[in-house]
């Protein structure tokens, strides 16, 4: 493995961490730190306890730093005095973050909220050494990380330069408001989670950024995941989902597609597990109770009780309308579960269809139910699919490939400069 660049402290700056949805993340920087790099983590706004399912979570919870909420005291020695200590450095940042604020006052409000989130956060990344920030997501992470560099670099003091996670695909939803474009040529680098986003991020950005964008996949710990010693015998077919219970994942979709396949499999009974909470849960309700599905809403469960689920799981199946790679689908591959997903964006680099799983027209309730009726009525197509799915994710997709990953990029971008590589805006 490449060697960690040297004299740098790693700021990881995230939304919300530890967070039950991050969790990849929090393995990600756990391993780097196994590696030998010096990571520190800050999270945007501090997370609640329900968030700290597990003691690595809240072991992770009690070393954070974060930002909000601000207290009076945070306020005037973080905010106040290094922005009246500083006053160019502010006026060029406020430049920075408002740029073209004339067409559209109101986000350029908000942005002054950055502002003020990003001299405090080089004000505590400063008290702690950091000298590099690097972000998860192109939202207000990034927003963040990217203006505090700015202010540590005009200062003289505090981290320099920032890198960023590129995800997808609601970034790309409108790349102008969220200044995608700028923030990727701003960056000293973005690490892409597929080849689908490097080559969005390519399309909004000016091509001598491009050289800076590497692929690191997000990864799992398949030591963790990792396929049942043997399966219980069980009459019902069983489909999972695990994620969030929100509008893009398509999940009347999915629910149409279950009530449709335990139909064509009567009187073989069909069960549906759904792991995660969100805005739709209530409808989901009522629409199983409506159709007769025979559905289990087990809410937010924690990755140190999940797996049990996975492994009881005849079928995982996405019906989203647009997805990065999903980290959940890593994992129920690796446990060696039959994935059906929708074909769209990234999600043909991990499913390979009738090999790695089975690939259905996103938005077609019917086509996912063909997917999911061949996996129960076809044993051997399905053992055959769950065994090159956890191979494709041992090959590809795990967290030991996601530290290596992110050990080359950093060393690639950050070695020669010991963290002061300097971005302009």
Known sequence: M?????????????????????????????????????????????????????????AE???????????????????????????????????VAGRGWWSDPKPFLWRLFYVAEAIILCSLARARGI?????HHANSSSNVAWLASEFGRRTGSGPSSWTFTMHGSSEFIDVDRIDLGRK??????????????????????ATPAWSNFDVVHCGIDPDVFEPPAERAPDLAFTVLFVGRLGAEKG??????????????????????????????????????????????????????EIL?????ADAFALASFREG??????????????????RI?????LIEEGHTGLLATAGRADHLADALERLAVEPDLAARVGKAGREAVLEGFTTAGTVAGMTQFFDRLLADTGGGHQAQP
């Open 2 to 58: 490449v060697s960690a660049p040297r004299g740098s402290t790693i700021g990881y700056v995230i939304s919300h961490y530890p967070y039950i949805s991050h969790t990849f993340i929090q393995r990600e920087i756990l391993g780097l730190r196994d590696a030998g790099f010096d990571i520190e983590t800050i999270s945007v706004i501090q997370t609640g306890a329900d968030q700290a399912l597990s003691p690595t979570d809240r």
């Open 61 to 95: 919870a009690d070393r954070t730093i974060n930002i909000r909420p601000a207290g009076v005291g945070k306020l005037v020695r973080h905010l106040l005095m290094p922005a009246f200590a500083n006053p160019g450095a502010t006026m060029a940042l406020i430049g």
């Open 131 to 135: 000298t590099h920030l690097h972000a």
């Open 184 to 205: 990727a040529e701003a960056a000293a680098g973005v690490a892409c989670i597929s080849d689908f986003t490097r080559s969005q991020l390519m399309m909004v950005s």
């Open 251 to 304: 999940l009347p979709v999915l629910m149409d597609a279950v009530a449709d396949l335990a139909a064509r499999l009567a009187p073989r009974p069909v069960e549906f597990l759904l792991v995660g909470d969100g805005e739709l849960r209530d409808e989901l309700g009522e629409q199983a109770e409506r159709l007769g599905v025979n559905a289990t809403f087990f809410g937010s469960v924690g990755q140190h």
């Open 308 to 312: 049990p689920i996975y492994q009881r």
């Open 325 to 342: 790679i999903p980290v959940v689908l890593m994992e129920a591959m690796a446990c060696g579960v039959p994935c059906v997903a929708p």
């Open 345 to 349: 964006t990234a999600l043909p680099e």
